[in-house]
């Protein structure tokens, strides 16, 4: 099993652009969530999916967008970006078979200047 | 929500010590998780023990929930054993609404 994937590992992106992270897992996890990790801090989530064709938001979704067609693969969508979303992006993934640990990607590392 | 509160914020050992790093959460949680960030950025899971107490090799862990808090032991500790230790709890079971605490940072000296 490859586990947890991301791409881009690093992105440099302009003020205003848009860009998708992509993320996918192949552990036939039902849940998957997306985390931004600022410098010093915890990880904050962003948002979330409990199955295919369900997410909801989590704690800083503005500037966010993400959907789930598929079990395996839950993107993430810059709209506009902006210098306040420069951060290290990790992708996560839970539950199978009553099994509830996460398991993370590598990271994006995203500035935006 | 949740607030999770972790210390010692850092912590620096000579190798082959012990240490403990603690979490506390602030209420009732159904689902907490150990995780390493090594030096490279990659987050690894440690434990999932919302109870109880589990151990695996040097490391081992004990929540007590009824009291809100839980305890990771690290013993004869190595430099690769360097990096930060989260907590991160979740009211649900299904723990796909993590929140995490700011981590304890842990430099082990040769």
């Known amino acids: 099993n490859a586990g947890v994937t991301q791409t881009p590992k690093f992105q440099v992106l302009k003020t205003g652009q848009s860009m998708t992270l992509q993320c996918a897992q192949d552990?036939?996890?039902?849940?998957m969530s997306w985390y931004r990790q600022d410098p010093g801090m915890g990880l904050r989530l962003i948002h979330y999916s409990v199955g295919a064709g369900i997410t909801d938001q989590g704690e800083v979704p503005n500037g966010y967008n993400v959907s789930r067609s598929t079990t395996e693969d839950f993107p993430l969508r810059l709209l506009s970006a902006a210098p306040s979303q420069t951060s290290v992006y990790f992708c996560?993934?839970?539950?199978?078979?009553?099994?509830?640990?996460?398991?993370f990607g590598p990271g994006t590392r995203l500035t935006v200047t | 929500g949740i607030q999770v509160e972790q210390s010692p914020p850092d912590l620096i050992l000579q190798e082959g010590a012990n240490s403990t790093l603690r979490c506390n959460f602030s209420?009732?949680?159904?689902?907490l998780q150990w995780f390493h960030q090594n030096p490279w950025g990659q987050l690894i899971n440690l434990f999932y023990?919302?109870?109880g107490t589990k151990q695996n090799g040097r490391l081992s862990a004990t929540t007590v929930a009824t009291e809100r808090y839980s305890l990771l032991y690290i013993s004869s500790s190595q430099t690769t054993d360097s990096g930060v230790y989260f907590c991160a709890t979740d009211k649900e079971t299904s723990g796909s609404r993590l929140t995490f605490g700011e981590g304890t940072q842990l430099t082990v000296n040769p």
């Open positions: 552990m036939n996890h039902e849940y």
């Open positions: 023990i919302p109870s």
């Open positions: 209420d009732s949680v159904n689902n």
């Open positions: 996560a993934s839970s539950y199978s078979d009553g099994f509830y640990e996460q398991y």
